[in-house]
């Protein structure tokens, strides 16, 4: 079975001034819909045709790189829309104490957040994720994705030049700040800790 594109949470002009209506009608209507184009390609009429996502990400990563980086690319994508809110959201009292022990303060994380996504080279992506009830943060290169990493991604912030070149053009700074101090969905955060299980796509 086809997967659909995973719809944006939020009108398309939601995301501004961080991310414009422009940003969005290229990133996902274009690069996450080819994303999602070429994993159904890949997988019709193949043993993964009726997979879940997460299934075929952990069966093709490291054995077939071209639909591993599709299927985490269409993943990946569809985590990061819900990582956005149009207003930022609040984490729950469960979130907020496991990032005061991890980090000391929900602003000491959102600026760890911030530096990382600038230190990260070229392409990829930085996570906020729980593991064995411990918070870190977390860099995947490329298409790479804790979907299936042992890790409970709660947040994620793409870093590839697409997801901000539009609207900030080199500026990553700008773009990470715009969107960690004013967009990230905290409530999000807080049910991918609770559910205590990876999202799941659809
Ligand atoms: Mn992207």
Do not use: C
């Amino acid at each position: 079975m086809a997967f659909a594109l995973s719809p944006l949470p939020y009108p398309d002009t939601a995301l501004a001034p961080a991310i414009s209506a422009e940003t969005l009608s290229f990133h996902h209507g274009k690069h996450h819909q080819a994303y999602v184009d070429k994993t159904n390609a890949a997988i019709e009429g193949t043993p993964h045709a009726d997979a879940s996502l997460e299934a075929i990400i952990a069966a093709s990563r490291g054995s077939n790189q071209g639909l591993f980086n599709n299927a985490a690319q269409s993943w990946n994508h569809a985590f990061y829309w819900h990582s956005m809110a149009p207003a930022t959201t609040a984490p729950s009292a469960d979130l907020a104490a496991k990032i005061d022990a991890a980090f000391g303060s929900v602003d000491a994380l959102k600026q760890q957040l911030k530096d990382r996504g600038l230190g990260h080279f070229a392409s990829g992506w930085v996570w906020l994720a729980e593991k064995d009830g411990k918070l870190s943060i977390e860099e995947t290169h490329d298409a790479d994705t804790l979907a299936d990493s042992g890790f409970n991604p709660l947040l994620v912030l793409d870093v590839w030049e697409h997801a901000y070149y539009l609207d900030h053009q080199n500026k990553r700074p700008a773009y990470l700040d715009a969107v960690v101090e004013t967009k990230l969905n905290w409530a999000f955060a807080s049910e991918n800790l609770a559910r205590g299980q990876v999202w799941t796509y659809a």
